[in-house]
């Protein structure tokens, strides 16, 4: 058969509603996950983690675990074979926790000591819980708190900028007719995606074959090459369905213990987490300690800004929760203070929870904003319209769009905010004193280097590959309508195939940057081949391939500032006499660039706007200071929001074009949650008259306040 | 996790002798909580004993008027049973508060009874714990402990026992039923859970070996007005940081009967008799409400972080009794 592009051009499948071109397997079970790929000859692998939170491991009993039914070899430090850590990857060096079973440090609770390998997953586990590790204990500090005397500014970070600084802070503050100097905190907080992480490793013909739940097989690929010396050729990693992310599936130990094992046994091998051990080894968010001082003129125009944040990282590696970057992007003043400190503590490293940085900061600096706004007896966004920037505030660079005003203007309008009166503590139905606040939010719009392949097949049909990651965002959708519209067919005709590192080099699906890095390749290699195609001619059997690599187009890119915004709206409930805060409407807009697809992106954008709700009133992980682990890390003890606590939410979004990038796509992974906890605590405090600087906003902290307002 | 058998039983007195004949077997009653513990470790059985099929599942009116419920009746029925609706509405609102569908489809009134406290340290076989292994001590004490007791705790333990259940049957004086190997027994609800003192592991006055057969409820007609009332870090599928069951009979603003016991305060549902006590005879009046809560709220010992809930209590009785009052009014 002979076919072109279609005879009369197809378009606007971008921007149009799609359900999920896998929703169906998904939703019948079809769909295999990780853990669920039947190999034959499979092995099951069980972690053993460490109970103590420093010292070294003086033994490890295997002898009896060796002789329990089915064991088939425990791997530790004496015996497990040796990886190379002592390289630069893809976002700079390796989690130490990477070079599992190398040495016996044990530099926190939960660093794994041992893997048991089994014929059934129930006797490896079974096993992993018999075996004895014996430790020699040293003193150990995990109490995170404000002014830590360990704090330190981190230096020559690759990840972050530290510090920036403009203006005379000092004088600024004291020439200032309105200040606000507060601290908040944000508790640890951990990301837990339904499917638990899962690795099947296997050597295939001389290749290391990892069949994998990750969001990014690129770089999970060539990390499991450095750590292990392969050529990059010869390991392929998969990754068809992943349930869930989160910025918690890139490299983690399971996959590392699962390809030592297969070394080992000559044999698939799997390793699956538990839902505790996924607390303790796929990084989590730091808790933070967040100063913030503003000084403004009467009429709200900043002087002086100043965001101080203090976050924790582990003895062993280097993690910046990037809490005080958003002010370096939102707003200005004539001094400009941002900084970031650190305290090392004996705990893991943490790592990129969805909206690393963003989701903190902005509910230190969106409530500092509510608080400068009650000050000045302004509305909180005039004053946020007052203190618009033309630039950006610390780099000088010209915004590629910004149209957070349009936002809160669009949300204004729709959640009926010019009615509302400012004052706290007035309005009450029954037991429940009600207020509505607002936030801004924003996050940056990044991209990476992506290579895509286009095929025209003979039948008519076309097949794209990309080593995408499809984490439940509707990326394999999203792709399948970009090409659509490239290559000017309907949607139907295309197959998205993703998630293969045999495919190319590709973005991983982080920092949402992954729509807009794919897409980027995808339009190239199909504008491509459709050009292609419009010569005519038969298509061959094995079909006709373009191919893309959008890494000089990137470095080629203008530099700009370049980021998402929004504006958050909530309306809440609070119970001064039990506690209880409910929120009752979330409404949020946003300014993001070309939305793909409507319908995935509303589930994205609510369900950030869920997380949001669950940071504000719910999230919270307790460290026990004696024993250094956690307490209650389950999904019984860790509480996020349920189905009853999510109120009505709206999310919509405001024309945002972007002139100069090719795909005009920004991302909205992670704004959804931005500001969302700000937009709540300053909710209570419109309804209570109490201000919440410390997440979460739990019944017994609400109940304090109460009594502690009574008393003043 | 152990190996274990798994048995179904379809008559009492086979399940009783099941049991006996070995030390390691549990009775499974939806598993809700039990099975949980298995994975957790915290419980090693080598066989469990299924009773959902034993003929325990009626609820039926005894001839005083009072109900009795079965002890295989889930949570789910329980809840949705028309005449424990009518005549203990404070019962099923109880039901309804805890867990979720699913899980109240599972549960069972033996397991809910027996169910073990959510205390993190219990569950994490990493860190001591007296009530899971004595003697190895109670880090909660000095450590997290927002949500454990303020009431009849010890230095042994100072968990709570989470049951929204229970908290209504104590309300109710409920009665509970039970067989062993050498014949049927009883225990008032009251005496059912056993204080803590320097036995944490021993929770109920329960003989070993002996399958819960059933819950008797005594008439009582203030109970058809009763009201549950629970607070929870969570709009919905969480335990309570605070409840209380009321019930209340006023008439010519004289407070005639009243039942009160408020959840998650102690190890065990608690009974507030000394409130209780303030209240009969007096008033319908906040002043008296408060000044009951405040009197049985006398012997609270809280800990360093949840002194809160001595406030949470005091205001749940004034807002609860306060609203019967109304209600009782119209
Ligand atoms: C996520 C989650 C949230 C929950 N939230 C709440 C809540 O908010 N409020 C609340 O009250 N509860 C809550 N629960 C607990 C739930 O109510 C209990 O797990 C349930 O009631 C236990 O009943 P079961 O039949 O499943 O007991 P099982 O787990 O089967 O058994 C529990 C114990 O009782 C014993 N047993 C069972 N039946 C008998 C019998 N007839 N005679 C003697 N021994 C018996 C078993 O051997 C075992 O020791 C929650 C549970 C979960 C998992
Ligand atoms: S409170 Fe009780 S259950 Fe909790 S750790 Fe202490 S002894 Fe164990």
């Known amino acids: 058969m002979t076919t072109t592009t279609g005879i009369a051009a197809v378009t606007g499948a971008v921007g149009s509603a799609h359900t999920r071109v896998e929703g169906r397997d998904k939703v019948t079970g079809a769909a295999r996950y990780a853990a669920e790929i039947p190999f034959a000859e499979l092995a099951h692998g069980w972690l053993v983690l460490s109970t103590v939170a420093r010292g070294r491991i003086r033994s490890v009993d295997d002898a009896p675990v060796l002789a329990m039914p089915g064991v088939l070899t425990v ?65 150990h500090d995990v109490a995170f708190f404000a002014g830590h005397p360990g704090a330190y500014t981190p230096q020559n970070n690759p990840m972050v900028q530290a510090e920036t600084e403009k203006g005379d802070l000092e004088a600024q503050l004291g020439a200032s007719a309105v200040v606000v ?251 429940w004193l009600l207020g509505t606040g607002t936030a801004a939010a924003t996050y940056p719009s990044g991209v990476g280097p992506s290579t895509a392949a286009v095929t025209a097949e003979a039948d008519g049909t076309f097949t794209v590959r990309i080593n995408a990651a499809d984490i439940g965002t509707g990326a394999r959708t999203a792709m399948t309508l970009v090409a659509a519209d490239a290559l000017e067919v309907d949607p139907d005709r295309i197959r998205v195939r993703i998630a293969d590192s045999d495919f190319g080099p590709a973005m991983f699906a982080g920092g949402s940057m992954g729509t807009r890095s794919w897409a980027w390749a995808v339009t190239i290699a199909a504008d491509e081949l459709r050009e292609r195609l419009a010569l005519g001619g038969a298509i061959p059997p094995e079909g006709i391939t373009a191919r893309s690599n959008t890494a000089e187009a990137i470095d080629a890119l203008a530099k700009k500032e370049r980021h998402s915004f929004g504006a958050q709206f909530s309306e809440v409930a609070v119970d001064v006499t039990t506690g209880e805060v409910r929120v009752r409407r979330l409404l949020g807009i946003y300014a993001a660039g070309t939305i793909v697809n409507p319908l995935t992106a509303r589930s994205q954008f609510i369900g950030g706007m869920t997380w949001g709700l669950s940071m504000a009133l719910h999230e919270e992980a307790i460290r026990d200071q004696a024993s250094g682990g956690l307490v209650g890390a389950d999904l019984a003890g860790y509480h996020f929001a349920a189905h009853a606590d999510v109120p009505l939410i709206e999310a919509d979004w405001v024309d945002d074009p972007v002139p100069d990038d090719p795909v005009g796509i920004k991302g909205i992974g992670e704004i959804g949650v931005v500001g969302v906890a700000a937009a709540i605590a300053n909710a209570v405090w419109h309804a209570t008259g109490v201000r919440h600087r410390n997440l979460p906003i739990r019944p017994d902290r609400v109940l304090r306040a109460a009594e502690g307002a009574r008393r003043a | 996790m152990r190996e274990f058998g798994y048995e179904r039983v379809f008559d009492v007195s086979g399940a009783v002798a099941l049991l006996g004949a070995d030390p390691d077997a549990r009775f499974l009653g939806g598993g809700t909580n039990l099975v949980d513990l298995m994975k957790a470790g915290v419980e090693r059985p080598a066989r469990l004993i299924d009773v959902r099929e034993l003929p325990l599942d009626g609820v039926e009116f005894t001839r005083d008027g009072g109900l009795r419920i079965g002890a295989t009746v889930t949570n789910s029925d329980l809840a949705a049973h028309p005449e424990v609706r009518r005549h203990y509405p404070a019962l099923a609102q109880a039901v309804l508060a805890g867990a979720s569908g699913q899980l109240r489809n599972m549960a069972t009134v033996g397991g809910n009874l027996l169910q073990r406290t959510r205390c993190g340290y219990f569950t994490d076989l990493s860190k001591p714990c007296n009530k899971r292994a004595p003697g190895s001590g109670c880090p909660a004490l000095t450590g997290e402990h927002h949500n454990h007791a303020i009431l009849g705790a010890s230095e042994h333990c100072v968990a709570t026992h989470p049951s929204d259940m229970a908290v209504a049957l104590a309300a109710f004086d409920a009665v509970i039923s039970y067989e062993t190997a050498d014949g049927p027994g009883e225990l008032p609800i009251a005496d059912f859970y056993l204080p803590v003192g320097d036995t944490p592991h021993i929770e109920t006055a329960l003989p070993p ?105 005091r205001n749940l009785v004034v807002a609860v009794l306060t609203e019967l009052t109304e209600e009782a009014d119209r």
């Not at chain 2, 603003?253 to 305060?265: K, Q, S």
């Open chain 1, 75 to 139: 791997l530790h430090h004496r015996n497990a074979p040796r990886v190379e850590t002592d390289y630069v990857g893809m976002l700079g060096r390796p989690n130490p926790v990477l070079g599992i079973f190398q040495h016996d440090r044990v530099p926190f609770v939960g660093w794994p000591v041992a893997l048991v390998v089994a014929e059934t997953s129930e006797q490896a586990r079974e096993a992993a819980e018999a075996l004895v590790v014996r430790y020699d204990e040293e003193p």
């Open chain 1, 181 to 431: 100097d507060e601290e908040y905190t944000t508790p640890e907080e951990h990301h837990n995606p339904m499917e638990p992480h899962a690795a099947t490793a296997r050597w295939d013909g001389g290749r290391l074959d990892v069949v994998d739940s990750n969001q990014g097989s690129t770089w999970v690929a060539s990390e499991l090459a450095k750590l292990f010396s392969l050529d990059p050729a010869s390991v392929r990693v998969r990754s068809e369905h992943v349930g869930g992310g989160f910025g918690s599936k890139g490299l983690s130990p399971h996959q590392v213990a699962a390809v030592m094992a297969t070394t080992v046994l000559h044999r698939p091998v799997r390793v699956v987490l538990t839902r505790r051990q996924m607390f303790y080894l796929v990084g989590f968010r730091s808790p933070t300690a967040q100063r913030i001082r503003l000084g403004a003129d009467a009429d709200g125009r900043l002087r002086a800004f100043d965001h101080q944040a203090q976050s924790l990282t582990s003895t062993v590696h280097e993690f910046v929760e990037t809490s005080a970057v958003l002010g370096r992007v939102m707003y200005d003043a004539d001094a400009h203070h941002t900084l970031h400190r650190l305290v090392r503590l004996d705990v893991p490293t943490p790592a990129w929870m969805r909206a690393p940085g963003e989701a903190p900061g902005s509910f230190a600096l969106e409530s500092a904003l509510d608080e400068l706004a009650e000050k000045c007896g302004m509305d909180p966004i005039a004053l946020r319209a007052r203190n618009e920037p033309e630039t950006g505030p610390v780099s000088g660079l010209p915004f590629s769009s910004r149209n957070v005003l349009a936002c809160f203007e669009e949300g204004a309008r729709r959640f009926g905010w010019a009615d509302r009166d400012p004052r706290p503590g007035l309005r009450r139905e029954g037991r």
């Open chain 2, 209 to 313: 070996g002996a399958l819960i057969t059933g819950v008797t409820l005594p008439p009582a007609p203030v109970a058809a007005h009763s009201r549950y009332r629970k607070v929870r870090e969570r709009a919905s599928y969480a335990f309570a940081i605070g409840s209380i069951a009321a019930a209340l009979d006023v008439q010519d603003d004289v407070i005639r009967e009243v039942r009160l016991a408020f959840g998650a305060v102690a190890s065990r549902p608690w009974r507030a008799r000394a409130a209780e006590r303030v209240l009969t005879g007096g008033p319908a009046s906040a002043e008296a409400f408060a000044a009951a809560a405040d009197a049985e709220l006398a012997g609270a010992e809280p800990l360093a972080e949840n002194g809160y809930k001595v406030t949470l209590i």
